[in-house]
């Protein structure tokens, strides 16, 4: 069995925001280093040591930076003509062996489900992602219908991508 969408192009927004929030996830961690110089600045400043503040003022810019940074990465990888293909429409044709992308009858891709790094599902879609910041969004409204969507569940949970 085969689940058929209906097409479907990812936005540039919504890709925006999911690079946004892959890029948090992966790197969550460095958030402590602005914490840490606050923190060590904060202890340094209260025990009369050595007395500064310009130590807040480019932590703060220092971190918007970095995030501001990344937000123009990813909001120019959307104008650039070689990742176009991201944001075609495509019609997908999904089963347990792979995932077929067309762009019309003639003209599409085969993706093996071992291209698929991780997927899961939100409230209102299934997420692919492919590598870093590559993606395949599927909101529920492309679905034909609720069996569409069981079918679909099955498939990841038996390729392990999600539970129960």
Do not use: H
């Amino acid at each position: 069995m085969a689940i058929k969408t209906k097409k479907y192009g990812l936005e540039k927004n919504k890709y925006i925001a999911l690079c946004m929030r892959q890029l948090f996830a992966n790197q969550w961690m460095w958030l402590f280093v602005p914490v840490a110089l606050i923190a060590i600045n904060l202890t340094l400043n209260l025990t009369g040591t050595y007395k500064n503040w310009w130590i807040y003022i480019f932590t703060v810019i220092g971190a918007i930076g970095y995030v501001l940074f990344w937000l123009v990465q990813f909001t120019g990888i959307t104008q650039l003509a070689q990742y176009k293909q991201l944001f075609d429409k495509y019609r997908y044709e999904i089963d347990s062996r792979q995932i077929l992308m067309k762009l019309s009858d003639k003209e599409g891709g085969i993706m093996k489900w071992d291209m698929i790094g991780k997927a899961y599902k939100e409230k209102n879609a299934y997420v692919f992602e492919m590598a870093k910041y590559q993606f395949i969004y599927l909101p529920f409204s492309v679905f034909n219908n609720e069996n569409d969507k069981k079918l679909m569940d099955k498939i990841l949970r038996d390729k392990g991508y999600i539970q129960s």
